[in-house]
């Protein structure tokens, strides 16, 4: 499955910076990286950003595919699996603490 990472813009703004590799430094827990940036950005960036991550998830891309996209295209440095069943089931989690 191709993706086009220029329809995931603001997905990669939002994991790319905040998940960036010195995420540790700043929290010990990737919720609280979250929250971070959901008190930092405007409205429009947070629904941006869960559009982006429904349409992610609506591919239903298996594990694999979805990590190297996460890691490699999105630029997050948030090793998920350790942690998570899945990235499908960690995403879903982040657009829960957007609803917040």
Not at 36 to 57: C, I, P, Q, R, W
């Amino acid at each position: 499955m191709q993706v086009i990472d220029d329809s995931f813009s603001q997905l990669y703004q939002f994991l790319g910076a905040y998940f960036n590799e010195d995420w540790m430094c700043e929290s010990d827990i990737a919720d609280d990286v979250v929250r971070s940036f959901l008190s930092d950005s405007t409205v429009e960036t947070v629904l941006g950003v869960k559009s982006e991550l429904a349409a992610l998830l609506e591919m239903h891309m298996p594990e694999l595919e979805l990590r190297e996209f996460l890691l490699k295209s999105m630029g997050c440095c948030y090793c998920y699996w350790h942690e998570w069943e899945s990235g499908e089931v960690w995403l879903n989690h982040v657009v829960d603490i957007l609803d917040e």
